[in-house]
């Protein structure tokens, strides 16, 4: 019975803003910066190019991730039809848990652009090979890297409040880890 449903619009969900990639980014008014475009506002009706990322981007994508920009108290579940999750979207790496879905993720790429997407972008790209305009993964590769202090930075002087991804870890033990795991990568490009 459930197989025969699975297709069917799941009454739990909440209905997600869809824009196209590359639009100016106006959906939360406070978030609103200049040269700000959409990326990876996806929803059940309109189709998407479909591509497998590379194992190393989506990994950088998931360090994005545990920033969040404009954290709502309520979670937005994947509208893709078909989609095997229902409920708070969770995953798990290296031991860390996030919970997708109601929060953005910023990324700074050239000509003084950012790319907002919502971090669910993460299941999309993992589950539904949602392919990311290849100049946002470009900002993502060469973007100053999240936990950076030139990331915090560059949310400062854009006057963009960001927090900790909701996590099975407390703030403090998630500052700590992103910002070991930034500068252990920072180190690592610089010696190279
Ligand atoms: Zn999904």
Known sequence: MQNTLSCSPQPEIKPVAYFPDLSEYTYIKHLCRPNTLNVGWLDATHPFEKE?????????????????????RGFQFCGINCCEYSGTIE???????????????????????????PNL???YVSEHDYKMPDEFVIALMSGPP???????ERLRASNIPSSMTLSNYTREEAIRRIRTAAQAKGGSDRSN
């Open 52 to 72: 497998k990322t590379s194992a190393e981007v989506v990994s950088i994508l998931w360090d994005y991730c545990k920033y969040s920009i404009g954290q709502t």
């Open 91 to 117: 995953y798990r790496r290296s031991g860390v848990l996030l919970k997708l879905g109601s929060a953005e993720v910023r990324v700074f790429g050239a000509a003084d652009k950012i790319y907002a997407a």
């Open 121 to 123: 972008v993460y299941h």
């Open 146 to 152: 999240p936990g950076s202090d030139e990331y915090l």
